[in-house]
């Protein structure tokens, strides 16, 4: 039901006389592509920087809270024009955006890493006072930011799978693929195929 209902939505974006004006542009598809990984790689790069002083690897001269409040700015400014752009090329290919089983796990795993990084916040703004000198922080404090490192690695390498085909509901899957990747058509076509063989 859900992916039907995905699919109706991508179906219906995709039929948008902009959003076929943006895939097929020569220039501005580029530009949005461009800003998506340039923005991408600062939002990390930062997130990177504060990750590594929460796990006691780098700056590790300078206090925890320091280094939080002067990069998080930059940090989300990032963030949200990543986001915007991302949001952006999903528009201009959406129903092979939504089949795609590499797009729907790099969902999953920005929802686990904004989870992760509103825990890992929360836990180190309570406890900050206590250790923020220090060289090596608390256990659960690098653990939130070695999760935060590994979800985002996750999320960067699936983003970067969306390109390739090889799980496209044109190719012959598995049939859990297909659900994975939510090729409706594909899906109906094997329960038919099932029924008239029974």
Known sequence: MVNEWLLRL????DGQQWSTDLHESYYMYNWVESTHVLT???FLGLLLAIDLRMLGLAFTGTPASQIADRLTPPMLAGFVVMVISGLVLFYSIPVRTTQSVWFRIKVVLLV???????LFRNAMKRSVDSWDTDSLPPARIRWGAGISIGLWVGVVSTGRMIAYDW???HKEMPDFMYWAAGCVVELASIETAGAMEE
């Open 167 to 169: 799980f496209d509901c």
């Open 10 to 13: 991508a179906t219906w974006l």
């Open 40 to 42: 991408l790689m600062v």
């Open 112 to 118: 686990a890493a904004g989870i992760n990084a509103l």
